[in-house]
């Protein structure tokens, strides 16, 4: 999945089963006072205090952060997702919180004369007449709030704007991430905060502390890869489904039901991108996402459907035949793609990179061995058709930080998604798998679901066998 400018996907447009399961787990969730609304899983508090302590040691102002705060999104089918960074330094995932810590001391003194708490978490007050409508919320004067949190300082959020008041007149400068227009980007809700900061502290200078927390985020914990695999695995099981029930007479959206039907079931809180499931025509559409055509004999399907499991996301795209059977040019095109990937996936070890240019790029690569493969119907060569980029970080955001021509390093998780789309012949294919980089090269996060295109006949082929016995049994 090569671009997208939202992440929160309604599963209300699928499966009633899928809806039906998601009201029993909020109805499960609400019985939960320990629970409240945070993530089912999370990884522990001290990974957090960690990710903060090692943002502290670069920064000399206190860092200041809001969560979002619920009002970002209007549409009732909205379920509440936090803003990435907040999430990864607190681990908090309910509506309405602030964040404050301060630098690191320097050869053992703060150089400062703040005799306050280092770092400090601003929660909504305790609202019950609200929580009857919308569930527990955790608040400031929950008991034992201190270890659910992992802050020893866990205040009201009311009271933030006095701290930063307080702040701001020992510290010339305060870090938080400052708004730029980009896919992603938090724009609005950025500005808010810029804004409520100019107006508490209109005499600090700010600066963007946004490069920090993205360096970090390209790390992943051992927490992150397995939050990242069970995504990974349930993306992979949803794939799987999708080649046993795809036959022509289905509409795109029946395919993609079940799909997301497979993520609810197995844990996953929603889609980490809204769904793409195009057959013939809409194949070439790289972020199709209408889903409303019925699925006809000869077409090709790409299917870029990716589980999201404790806030991380999985990204996977697979092209298979409509009716279980690749044409000729059908499977000429996806071998060429296939190709362009395993040549991709050789480059893949530290120091090289996916950028579009330069000897050591896993792109530059993949696009010589689709323009050096095949042509189209006038004879010209297919580099043309590939229009995208090869790859980018996946996370707790489908496009995490992560620059192309930055060198890999162990670590990183990215996908490796080549891509050929020749809209005269309605023919797109696309396969898309998720890498982790190692010492020595990479590992195949998504290995368990076949590419090659035998393999996935045979699967559709077992699949429409056993329709047939079933009914001829009925």
């Not at 699928?14 to 787990?25: Q, R």
Request: proline residues 6%.
């Amino acid at each position: 999945m090569s671009g997208y400018p939202w992440r929160i996907w309604s599963r209300v447009r699928f499966a009633s089963a899928a809806v039906v399961l998601s009201g029993l787990l909020c109805t499960v969730s609400l019985l939960s006072v320990a629970q409240a609304q945070e993530r089912r899983e999370r990884e522990p508090n001290s990974v957090y205090a960690e990710r903060r302590a090692k943002i502290a040691a670069e920064v000399d102002g206190p860092v200041i952060l809001w969560g979002y705060t619920g009002r970002e999104e209007s549409a009732q089918t909205y379920i509440f997702h936090q803003e990435d960074g907040f999430y990864y330094l607190t681990g908090h995932n309910e509506e309405g919180a602030g964040l404050i810590f301060l630098p690191a001391a320097k050869n053992g003194s703060t150089n400062d004369t703040w005799t306050g708490p280092r770092e400090m978490l601003f929660l909504p007050p305790k609202d019950p007449a609200k929580e009857k409508w919308n569930g527990v919320r955790m608040a400031p004067s929950d008991p034992g709030i201190q270890a659910r949190t992992g802050f020893a300082t866990v205040e009201a959020f009311p009271e933030m704007r006095a701290t930063v008041e307080r702040l701001a007149k020992l510290y010339p400068t305060l870090f938080t991430i400052l708004p730029y227009e980009k896919e992603n980007g938090g724009y609005p809700h950025e500005k808010a905060v810029v804004e409520w900061l100019q107006l508490a502290a209109p005499q600090a200078k700010l600066k963007d502390v946004r490069q920090q927390i993205n360096a970090l985020r390209q790390i992943k914990s051992p927490g992150e890869l397995a939050f990242l695999q069970k995504a990974i695995d349930l993306s992979l099981d949803a794939h799987l489904e999708a080649m046993k029930t795809m036959r022509p007479g289905l509409y795109e959206y029946q395919v993609g039901a079940k799909m997301v039907e497979v993520h609810a079931w197995g844990g996953s809180e929603a889609e980490g991108y809204a769904p793409i499931v195009g057959a013939g025509p809409n194949s070439t559409a790289l972020h199709y996402d209408k889903l409303d055509r019925k699925i006809a004999d000869g077409d090709i399907v790409v299917l870029d459907v990716g589980a999201q499991y404790a806030g991380y996301t999985a990204d996977i795209t697979r092209t298979i035949p409509a009716n279980g059977e690749f044409t000729p040019r059908q499977r000429e095109i996806y071998s060429i793609v296939l190709g362009a990937q395993n040549a991709a996936l050789a480059m893949l070890k530290p120091g090289n990179n996916v950028c579009k240019k330069g000897d050591n790029s896993a792109y530059k690569v993949s696009y010589d061995y689709i323009n050096s493969h095949g042509k189209d119907l006038h004879g010209k060569p297919l580099g043309q058709y590939y229009i995208h980029g090869l790859s980018h970080h996946i996370g707790l955001d489908v496009h995490d930080p992560g620059e192309y021509c930055a060198p890999l390093r162990p670590g990183m998780v990215i996908t490796m998604e080549p891509g050929i789309y020749i809209p005269e012949e309605n023919l797109g294919v696309r396969i898309e798998d998720d890498v982790l980089v190692t010492e020595t090269g990479y590992k195949l996060l998504s290995e368990r679901l076949p590419r090659d295109p035998a393999e996935i006949e045979k699967i559709m082929a077992h699949a429409a066998a056993q329709r047939s016995k079933d009914l001829k049994g009925d």
